[in-house]
T-cell receptor, first 115, second 115 residues
Framework: EAGVAQSPRYKIIEKRQSVAFWCNPI?????LYWYQQILGQGPKLLIQ????????DSQLPKDRFSAERLKGVDSTLKIQPAKLEDSAVYLC?????????????FGPGTRLTVL | AQSVAQPEDQVNVAEGNPLTVKCTYS??????LFWYVQYPNRGLQFLLKYITGDNLVKGSYGFEAEFNKSQTSFHLKKPSALVSDSALYFC?????????????FGTGTRLKVLA
């Protein structure tokens, strides 16, 4: 089966600019996650969707970050305006179930550099 | 709050020797524990999980992990290390609060297998 797709793979922007990331999860996966992975750290959950509803966005900096999952399939994550500390890898993952029992499948990530 | 700790930033082991990557957890209730591996410029890949049942869990690529409730540990092991096992390893725990769940990842342990 096809894996989780993400684009772009790399992005370099100036601070205060905006940027958007796209994720296409594995077909049929109900749950979609966006993580931020700063160099040297583990992934930190930004937002979690179940179908097209938000389950958890407690760690999403809502003054600058936004995300949506259209029709319960694809998702976009946007940053506006970007700050230097947003430089990180943004990982999208999906899983089949709604209870957190099944493993997550991760995309390759988008490496964001903010100058 | 639920948490996981990976006490070692890096583990070095000679090829052919057994390896152990340590993980301890703190949860209320029954823990759901996971191990993931990350190769350079790749997303995380699932290795194995403990939900319930046997304390020794077998996973992908010859890895296994032992759940120890009394020591609140879930160490990753492999009897004979390969150079290709060199990668970044993450332990994760499912955090379930208020009827929803999310995953909390450790900070990662870099495994270096020396030829």
């Amino acid at each position: 089966e096809a894996g989780v797709a993400q684009s772009p793979r790399y992005k370099i922007i100036e601070k205060r600019q905006s940027v958007a990331f796209w994720c296409n999860p594995i077909s049929g996966h109900a749950t979609l996650y966006w993580y931020q992975q700063i160099l040297g750290q583990g992934p930190k959950l930004l937002i979690q969707f179940q179908n097209n509803g938000v389950v958890d966005d407690s760690q999403l900096p809502k003054d600058r970050f936004s995300a949506e999952r259209l029709k319960g399939v694809d998702s976009t994550l946007k940053i506006q305006p970007a700050k230097l500390e947003d430089s990180a890898v943004y990982l999208c993952a999906s899983s089949l179930d709604l209870a957190g029992v099944n493993e997550q499948f991760f995309g390759p990530g988008t490496r964001l550099t903010v100058l | 709050a639920q948490s996981v700790a990976q006490p070692e930033d890096q583990v070095n082991v000679a090829e052919g020797n057994p390896l152990t990557v340590k993980c301890t957890y703190s949860v209320s209730g029954n823990p759901y524990l996971f191990w993931y591996v990350q190769y350079p410029n790749r997303g995380l890949q699932f290795l194995l999980k403990y939900i319930t049942g046997d304390n020794l869990v077998k996973g992908s690529y010859g890895f296994e992990a032992e759940f120890n409730k009394s020591q609140t540990s879930f160490h990753l092991k492999k009897p004979s290390a390969l150079v290709s096992d060199s990668a970044l390893y993450f332990c994760a725990v499912r955090d379930r609060t208020s009827g929803t769940y999310k995953y909390i990842f450790g900070t990662g342990t870099r495994l270096k297998v020396l030829a």
